[in-house]
């Protein structure tokens, strides 16, 4: 089972602000890198996904940015919310989804 | 949208009682996995299905724990005798070729 790391475990934002949350992977044997978002008492949830092939992937304000050089992807969520606050996790595609301890995300007022 | 469903949300039970909890998966999906998280605690991988049996299986995972696919729709887990450590939120996952995986919301387990 391929890994990834992700850091930071935590992460306090003000609102408005930028989030940004990192991964770094070993190998590029499986091409595609899900990020998925769970509330507290939720189940996680897909939240945006990329191919290395294509450098970055915006969704609103949500974006990945990869760089296959330096093996890392990281997430950006752009005017962060209140509502954005939650656990956020990176994996690789083409395997069971392994859930680390994620990132928890505070968005304060 | 397609989602997962599961059913029931919450399910309280006596301490060795057998319990199933179910599950929808997307219809065109042929993946299929149960997670738990123990409150608290990060969410652990339990089982994943495909093509009628078992393809992996963590060590949480043993005698007391079994999946079926009953028909075309469904996919149960089914936990024999109940302890008060498998309290926890439950998560069925399905995915169509296991690049991405869709969760339910969970069951949440409580064992009195």
């Known amino acids: 089972q391929q890994q990834v790391k992700q850091s930071p475990q935590s992460l306090i934002v003000q609102k408005g602000g930028i989030s940004i949350i990192n991964c770094a992977y070993e190998?590029?044997?499986?091409?595609?890198f899900p990020w998925y978002q769970q509330f507290p008492g939720k189940g996680p949830a897909l939240l945006i996904a990329?191919?290395?092939?294509?450098s970055e992937k915006k969704e609103g304000r949500f974006t990945i940015s990869f760089n296959k050089s330096a093996k890392q992807f990281s997430l950006h969520i752009m005017d962060s919310q209140p509502g954005d606050s939650a656990t956020y996790f990176c994996?690789?595609?083409?395997?069971?989804?392994?859930f680390g301890i994620g990132t928890k995300l505070q968005v304060i007022p | 949208e397609p989602e997962v469903t599961q059913t029931p949300s919450h399910q309280v039970t006596q301490m060795g009682q057998e319990v199933i909890l179910r599950c929808v998966p997307i219809?065109?999906?042929?993946?299929f996995y149960w997670y738990r998280q123990i409150l608290g605690q990060k969410v652990e991988f339990l089982v994943s299905?495909?093509?009628?049996?078992?393809?992996?299986k963590s060590e949480i995972f043993d005698d007391q724990f079994s999946v079926e696919r009953p028909d075309g729709s469904n996919f149960t887990l089914k936990i024999r005798s109940t302890k008060l450590e498998d309290s926890a939120m439950y998560f069925c996952?399905?995915?169509?070729?296991?690049?991405?995986?869709?969760f339910g919301q969970g069951t949440r387990l409580t064992v009195v």
């Open positions: 996952a399905s995915s169509e070729d296991r690049t991405e995986a869709f």
């Open positions: 190998n590029t044997a499986f091409d595609y």
């Open positions: 990329i191919r290395p092939d294509v």
């Open positions: 994996d690789r595609g083409y395997q069971k989804v392994t």
């Open positions: 219809s065109n999906h042929l993946y």
């Open positions: 299905f495909y093509n009628n049996e078992i393809s992996e």
